[in-house]
């Protein structure tokens, strides 16, 4: 598995009190994802979103050809670590322009420079 790529898989509310099955972008380097884990951001269609992103939110600019059905959010600072073995129906995978705004929104949530 490979950083970037998008998957459906069970991600978990912020408040722990349920879980919804959603698209997630793999954020981990490749050589964590041979391991049993994964670090996935959350991916939203959310029209608040959409209209008002907040820190850390990537706007997905080629979201049709990475796989996914509607215009859609990368959420860096919405980050959860699961066991690889969750991840189901690989979707796509980011454009090389989306990774790149992406990595950088995820720095910056991460104040890593």
């Not at 459906?8 to 009190?17: C, G, M, Q, R, V």
């Not at 990537?58 to 796989?67: A, K, P």
């Not at 129906?89 to 950088?104: F, I, K, T």
Request: aromatic share 4%; glycine share 12%; net charge neutral.
């Amino acid at each position: 598995m490979e950083r970037g790529e998008l998957f459906l898989a069970p991600f978990t509310y912020a408040d722990l009190e349920g879980v919804k099955r959603r698209p997630v972008c793999a954020v981990s380097l490749s050589e964590f994802n041979r391991g049993p884990d994964v670090i996935v951001a959350m991916v939203t269609s959310s029209r608040a979103r959409l209209q008002g992103p907040g820190l850390g939110d990537v706007l997905l600019s080629d979201w049709r050809s990475e796989g996914l059905l509607t215009a859609s959010v990368v959420r860096t600072g919405r980050l959860q670590t699961m066991e690889s073995r969750l991840l189901s129906a690989r979707l796509g995978v980011l454009s090389e322009r989306d990774a790149a705004v992406g990595g950088d929104a995820l720095r910056g949530v991460l104040d890593l420079g």
